[in-house]
Every structure is written in C-alpha cells, then in structure tokens.
C-alpha cells in the first residue's frame, strides 16, 4: 500500500518566522497531491492543491507548498507565520492509478508569541 | 463554498445502542466519505460512496454501516455502539475520485 508521512509530529516556530512541513509519499506514478488544514473542534479545509504544471503552488494565507517529484516530497511552507495558524496540518495524496486518496498522519503547529 | 452539515454535533450513547450519524451536502458532488479521527491514528476511512444507493468498504469498515438515499444525504449507522467507538466523526464531499474533499465540522461521539 502507499503511504504518506509526515515525519513531525509537533512543529514548534516563533510568530513572525518562516516555516516548513514536511511530506512524503511513496508512490511511483504521478500524484494529485493536497495539504489540508485544521482549527480546533473544526473540519479539516483546504489549503492548496497540486494536479499538474509549475510544481510550486500558492494556497491560502500566505502559504505555498513545492512539488519535488526526484524526492517525493510535497512539503509546505510559509514566509511569515501569525499565531492564527496554529492548528493541526495534513498531508494528502490521490494516486491516478485507483485515484485512493491517503492522507499524512498530520503535523501539529504551535506558535510562539 | 461546499458546504456539509453533520448532524448532531455532538452525541452521548449507551453501550449496546444504535446510533445514526447524519450527513448532508449542497453541492451536488458524487462521492461521499466517512472518517474517524483519533489522537494517535490521524483519519480513517469508514465507508464511502459514489451516489445514491451505492457504498462502499473503507479501512476499518467492522462494526458500522452507511446508507447513501439521495445524492445529498449519507449516513453512518451503529447498530450496536460500543465503548470503542467513542471518536470524532467527520463526512466530507468530493466531486470525484481525483478532487479536493469537502469536511464537516464533525460530529464528537461518545458511548459510554
């Protein structure tokens, strides 16, 4: 079976830094690949999507996210970060081959005023 | 905006009860998915559908069933709810196989 893996449980980053979550899937074809995010006692929303073409995609709130085929990797990233974006983000990936949607066991991001 | 409404939003059952947690989405899509969230094992897929009257096996499938009546509305069913099963569920909505999903707030389950 395939798998996504976000290897950070917890990130921990000052407000006003940048950021980076990491993703990586395994899976040797070509992905649909999404980052997700979610606010206490919410659902999870959207951030961004990667389907096709310039492999850095922009997303909401200031966040983009870059699509390293040669690495599997799908990691996101923000320049600056507010203490409003603390939540819980997830990793996904939909393989074109039985279009399976599988999701990374999520990253938990705390700010630091 | 998608929008996906569960129902209730939060549920206090007893061992041995049936319990229906309810789903409901505008927008037309065609498949619909349900999730269990626990610390420690992230999402997992229960049941999905591709439309009206089909459902489908997710990973951790035992214990529950789906029911998917209309486009718009599929349900969760525990026919007999055990301790276990105490979790948050979450619906979500996809147009299809290889798009984004749509979330519901969640519905926070407890059986005691």
């Known amino acids: 079976a395939q798998s996504v893996t976000q290897p950070d449980a917890r990130v921990t980053v000052s407000e006003g830094a940048s950021l980076q979550l990491r993703c990586k899937y395994s899976?040797?074809?070509?992905?649909?690949l999404f980052w997700y995010v979610q606010y206490p006692r919410q659902g999870l929303q959207l951030l961004l999507k990667?389907?096709?073409?310039d492999p850095v995609v922009q997303g909401v709130n200031g966040f983009e996210a870059e699509f390293i085929k040669s690495n599997s990797s799908f990691h996101l990233r923000k320049a600056s970060v507010h203490w409003s974006d603390s939540a819980v983000y997830f990793c996904?990936?939909?393989?074109?081959?039985?279009?399976?949607?599988?999701w990374g066991s999520g990253t938990k991001l705390i700010i630091k005023p | 905006e998608a929008a996906v409404t569960q129902s209730p939003r939060n549920k206090v059952a007893v061992t041995g009860g049936k319990v229906t947690l309810s789903c409901n989405q505008t927008?037309?899509?065609?498949?619909m998915y349900w999730y269990r969230q626990d610390t420690g094992h992230g999402l997992r897929l229960i049941h999905y559908?591709?439309?009206?009257?089909?459902?489908e096996k997710g990973d951790i499938p035992d214990g529950y069933k789906a029911s998917r009546p209309s486009q718009e509305n599929f349900s969760l069913i525990l026919e007999l709810a055990t301790p276990s099963q105490t979790s948050v569920y979450f619906c979500a909505s996809g147009a299809s196989a290889n798009t984004e999903v749509f979330f519901g707030k969640g519905t926070r389950l407890t059986v005691v």
């Open positions: 990667y389907y096709s073409g």
């Open positions: 899976y040797s074809g070509t992905p649909y």
């Open positions: 996904a990936v939909i393989e074109d081959s039985n279009y399976q949607l599988i």
């Open positions: 559908s591709y439309g009206a009257g089909s459902t």
């Open positions: 927008n037309n899509h065609n498949n």
